[in-house]
């Protein structure tokens, strides 16, 4: 089973500024298999990132993510009050289980 | 548009069953793998399977195997995830996911309660 592990568990940040978030894998997989969901309080989540690179659909282009290996990273470039949120990246695609990272929560300073 | 609309909430005992249904729209429902995924209160996300509505193949999450059942029913473009001999632990909210490529659309999800 593939882990991740999501740094740091909690980012506080300004509107305007740069969100950093990093998605650790406990063993190498192609980078073609790592999501970036977004998460609101009470609603389901949101792809945001698949592919490590490739924006979702409406996901605006101030959200980049990057990444091979097992070091992936997700990028906000300058926050909005709506990107304040819980952020998981998956891996898929790979043998089973499909596992989520525990999360990262964007919270405003 | 795609929509994935899930029943309603649940309050279950120990030791009972729970289905849950997601039912698709906006899209062929056979096309796509459909997954689940559960999320206990406070908690993270948790892959627990996935269905073929094609063919009914189904893999699951080797934690759930024995006690989950993933079923669909075409002819409703519906899915159903039956989870049986129900713990506290099992409270959570539920949710469908249509894969492809990565998990492009989510059902509302529906909170299982497990209570005496």
């Known amino acids: 089973e593939i882990v991740l592990t999501q740094s740091p568990g909690t980012l506080s940040l300004s509107p305007g500024e740069r969100a950093t978030l990093s998605c650790r894998a406990s063993?190498?997989?192609?980078?073609?298999?790592l999501a970036w969901y977004q998460q609101k309080p009470g609603q389901a989540p949101r792809l945001v990132i698949y592919g490590a690179s490739n924006r979702a659909t409406g996901i605006p282009d101030r959200f980049s993510g990057s990444g091979s290996g097992t070091d992936f990273t997700l990028t906000i470039s300058r926050l909005e009050p709506e990107d304040f949120a819980v952020y998981y990246c998956?891996?898929?695609?790979?043998?089973?289980?499909?596992?989520f990272g525990q999360g990262t929560k964007v919270e405003i300073k | 548009q795609v929509q994935l609309v899930q029943s309603g909430a649940e309050v279950k005992k120990p030791g009972a069953s729970v289905k849950v249904s997601c039912k698709a729209s906006g899209y062929t429902f056979t096309g796509y793998y459909m997954h689940w995924v559960r999320q206990a209160p406070g908690q993270g996300l948790e892959w627990m399977g996935w269905i073929n509505p094609n063919s009914g193949g189904t893999i699951y999450a080797q934690k759930f195997q024995g006690r989950v059942t993933m079923t669909r029913d075409t002819s409703l473009s519906t899915a159903y995830m039956e989870l049986s001999r129900l713990r506290s632990d099992d409270t959570a909210v539920y949710y469908c996911?249509?894969?492809?490529?990565?998990?492009?659309?989510w059902g509302q999800g529906t909170l299982v309660t497990v209570s005496s």
């Open positions: 996911a249509r894969y492809y490529g990565s998990f492009d659309y």
């Open positions: 063993q190498s997989f192609a980078s073609s298999y």
């Open positions: 998956q891996q898929y695609g790979t043998s089973p289980p499909w596992t």
